[in-house]
């Protein structure tokens, strides 16, 4: 059995309590306190999650050119938007 002190705001000793051998003495298995520390970790992430709104969302709009133009061009305009960085370079020198 082991014995604990029992201390006060203070941190001054009012007494002892003796602890179940069969509960604190007992072999740690690390795999089910991983376990508990992920859940508890997870849990306290909760509600910080978000997904984007259709407001949120780059791009959606206008698609610039059909997707398959010619034979030989077929993946060509696959990650082609009016959003990508040439455009508004584009834009700034033209107007």
């Known amino acids: 059995m082991a014995t604990v002190n029992v ?3 203070k941190k001054e000793k009012v007494g002892s309590v003796e602890l179940a051998a ?11 306190l991983h376990t508990v520390v992920q859940w508890q970790l997870a849990a306290r992430r909760q509600g ?20 398959k133009r010619y034979w030989w061009s077929s993946s060509r305009f696959f990650t082609f938007s009016f959003d990508a960085w040439w455009w508004y370079y584009v834009r700034s020198t033209t107007s």
């Not at 069969?22 to 089910?32: G, T």
């Not at 910080?48 to 059909?66: A, N, R």
């Open 48 to 67: 910080t999650h978000m997904t984007k709104t259709k407001g949120l969302v780059s791009g959606g709009g206008k698609k610039p050119f059909k997707q």
């Open 7 to 9: 201390l006060n705001w």
């Open 22 to 32: 069969d509960v604190f003495e007992a072999p740690v298995k690390k795999e089910v």
